[in-house]
């Protein structure tokens, strides 16, 4: 069975650039997490998804990011325009429900010159 | 919502056992103990939980202490690749609240060889 799928692996950009990040949770699975990664911490989050629905999204920065998961199924996590501190690694993850163990992608690694 | 403290950096012997601890004195009565790690590079995984009693799996053992204050990670026989930050964080089955899956810094596990 495929795991939590990550896009781009590795972005590179240049400050007030747009970005965005796809995921594809493994199939079935009705939570979705989007969580936020600084070096040497552990993984903040950003938005949770119980299927199309964004239940927990209090940590996300409105002003430039923005997410969506339609469908149910794949999310896309934008940044729009990036700035210097969102250099960071970004994480999916996801559950068969709410409170079953995560499943996490490898993560894509984002670079604002 | 309780909180879970963690030693930041433990270093073990390959092949000796590893007791890593996580202290969580205002943890509730529907509050699950759960364990996370993180290998380099990679999404954390999930490792084990448990409630009251201790817990085995093929990974580790979770010990839980009689008052719930406190939880002990319990890996057997350490390997190289057992190296990675280990997460305890704490879950409420009862009360799903916007603090569920908060990742603290976890403890960073070095294992020589």
């Known amino acids: 069975e495929a795991g939590v799928v990550q896009s781009p692996r590795y972005k590179i950009i240049e400050k007030k650039q747009p970005v965005a990040f796809w995921c594809n949770p493994i199939?079935?699975?009705?939570?979705l997490y989007w969580y936020l990664q600084n070096l040497g911490q552990g993984p903040e989050l950003l938005i949770r998804y119980e299927n199309e629905e964004a239940v927990d999204d209090s940590q996300l920065p409105k002003d430039r990011f923005s997410a969506e998961r339609l469908k149910g199924v794949d999310s896309t996590l934008k940044i729009q325009p990036a700035e210097l501190g969102d250099s960071a690694v970004y994480l999916c993850a996801s559950s068969s429900t709410a409170l079953e163990e995560l499943f996490f992608g490898e993560g894509s690694r984002l670079t604002v010159l | 919502d309780a909180k879970t403290t963690q030693p930041n950096s433990m270093e073990s012997n390959e092949e000796e056992p590893v007791h890593l601890p996580c202290n969580h004195s205002t943890i509730s009565g529907t509050d699950y103990i759960h364990w996370y790690r993180q290998l380099p590079s990679q999404g954390p995984e999930y490792v084990i939980h448990?409630?009251?009693s201790n817990v085995n799996n093929r990974m580790a053992s979770l010990a839980i202490a009689e008052d719930r204050k406190s939880s002990t990670l319990i890996l057997h026989r350490a390997t190289l690749r057992d190296a990675a930050v280990y997460y305890c964080i704490l879950r409420d089955v009862e009360w799903l609240s916007n603090n569920d899956m908060r990742f603290g810094a976890g403890t960073r596990l070095t294992v020589k060889p």
């Open positions: 199939s079935g699975h009705n939570t």
């Open positions: 448990g409630l009251t």
